[in-house]
């Protein structure tokens, strides 16, 4: 079976850090940054480097639609 | 232009006009004494004769938000009420004005203040030309003083409504709206089927969306705004107040007065060039914009004025405005649904001007 | 295993899986973090975008904390006076009977303010869609009692928690609704998990699709959170509102087309 494997962009300064998609992403690859944007927000971001699978489960759920994801068969 | 010739009742010449004038809906509320407008409206099938689209609403207030609806998407659109009834709209005609949307909306006044009486009075005279709900902002006023004039004014309202992008009222009242006259009807004009730019008709490929609003939270903006509506009522100031004046050149006395109690006033007037008394009449056509301007230049050649409404005493405030103390300006009206006799105005006019 | 991976060549047109509707603007949802409204108006531009009706929709957002609408939606709009949205849209869809209309509207406009405009579009079976943001709460004005708030629910107008005997009892405007001949599509869904969004959105394509053949009112109520009303984090909003809201306010299709 192919493996599938994915990655996000998040619009850092649109992210309002609520976490939302973070309980979401089933192989846990989001988390808060320490770091904060210019809103004081701590912006979400792919934590672990290659766990994503693609699924946009975390764009699905984002009230602010600041991820971008992408999704390929290896 | 032919014109169709028809013996019909105020309220009925309203709502046969604005078929006439092309008019894309009108939306309405039962009240005495202006059902006659829906009833008449509901009768003609509009909806076969034009397109045109004729709604009860559930309320007043639905009423007025359905025209603001419709005057979003850039159509010809109306209500009718009666005064409390009006009272119920004004929620609404401020957001329209807010929006700078245009409207027609018609008060067949009746006495109040409350449920009142269900017979003719012309006590909303200061709800209808200082605004009526919250906010700066002007309602353009038409006073029909015939069932003429009822039918004239529908197409001269939306005429103006989208001239200035604001809602117009025709402020009539149960006399008018209940009487039968001869009316001289418009042939059918053909409703509009143009997208104008401000309103709200499903955006464009590749052009930029339209929003309805009234709201601004950015105060210097809210500002800027404010100021652009009194430019707008400073230009119908300018270019649309209309009167009708009965022999005002000679006059020593002047009767200001505006629908049906203008036309108890004419009689007055002949009854008084009778007795050899000197009394002229200016019948006021818009309430706003107000004949500041004329009634001042009258205050130069006439010894007194004496407002006439049916009212405890409204209008006369303006007229006092305008002349600003150059002669006494006194009031007479009755009220209650109490409808003035031309002799009762020459009395008064004898006791509070001539005699005083 | 990751040695001939290349995460940032991923990141390209092609391999695209999800990306913001276009049919939304860039500008910043005016929304707490956290809040559904975000979630619900994305919703509505995918299903505005995949159904090709941009050109084709008028919407009308009511008064409350969806007031401003008209900012994130790259789409005709207007913004009604509070509850009045359906009288609104009723002249919008009779004026323009080819266009796509919808109204956005919270609970207090919605089930307060604007209950008899709303009961009298649904009940005459107005061609409009209504979604029916429900949190329980009036987010705008800082929390206070709704005419959704639960029983023994805090707000800023109800500190002790909402006595039905003295404040009477919450309304749900879906059943009610449901209940008139007018209405075609109605159902009860929320925006919190990507199931639910699943779900939500397939609603959504439903009443689009009915509406284009003028069935009647769509009514979709979307329950959702309010992160500062309720004083608490978003997720400890989403656990709330799965816990006390969604046991009265049950989700789920409560008047489905005969098929």
New interface residues.
Partial sequence: MAKI???I?VDIE?C?????CV??CPTKTIALAKEVNSKG?HYAYEAV??TCI????C??????????????R? | MKRELRLMKGNEAIAEAAIRAGC??Y?GYPITPQSEILEYLMEEKPHERTGM?V?Q???E???I??????A??G?K?MTSSSSPGISLKQ??LS?IAG?ELPCLVVNIVRGGPGLGTIQPAQSDYFQAVKGGGHGDYKLLVLAPASVQEMADFVELGFELAFKYRNPVMILSDGIIGQMMEKVYLNPQKERSSENLEWA??????GSE???????ELDSAKQEVFNQKLIDKYREMERSEVRVEEFQTEDADYLLVSYGSSARICQRAVDLARAEGLKVGLIRLITLFPFPKKRLEELAGSVKGMMAVEMSAGQMVEDVMLSVCGKVPVVHFGRMGGIIPTPEEVIENLKTKIIGG | M?E??D?KS???EA???????EV?TEN??S?????????AH?LIAEVIEEGDL?????G?CPVGCS??M?NSL????????HG?AP??????K???PE?FVFTYQGDGDLAAIGT??TL?ACNRGENFLIVFINNAIYGMTGGQMAPTTLPGMRSSTSPHGRDTILMGNPLKMTELVAKLPGTYFVTRQS????AA??KTKKALRKAVEYQQQSKGTCFIEIVSNC?SGWKM???QS?EWMEENMFPFYPLGDIKVPEE
């Avoid at chain 1, 309002?16 to 939302?20: F, I, L, M, Q």
């Avoid at chain 1, 764009?59 to 390929?72: E, R």
């Avoid at chain 3, 941009?54 to 008028?58: E, V």
């Avoid at chain 3, 790259?74 to 006076?81: E, G, R, S």
């Fill in positions: 494997r994915g990655t962009v649109r309002k850090g609520c976490e939302v309980v979401n927000y480097d290659d693609g699924c946009a489960n764009a699905m759920v984002c009230p602010d639609g600041v991820i971008t994801v992408y999704k390929k290896l | 894309d809906g939306f689209v709604l609403a559930e309320s207030v639905a009423a938000n359905m025209v603001y609806g419709g979003g998407c159509k659109v929620e609404g957001y929006a709200t008709t499903g955006k464009p490929a969306r339209t929003i309805i609003t009234s709201l | 990751s001939s991976f995460k991923m990141i390209d391999n695209l899986a999800y990306k913001k509707s939304m910043v949802l929304y707490c973090p956290g809040c559904g409204h975000g979630t994305r941009q050109d084709k929709t008028i009308v007031v401003l008209y790259d789409i005709d709009m207007q913004q009604a006076a009045r009288a609104v849209a009723t002249a919008v009779r004026l323009m266009k008899a405009e009298h925006v919190h998990t990507p969004v699943r992160p984090t978003a997720l989403n």
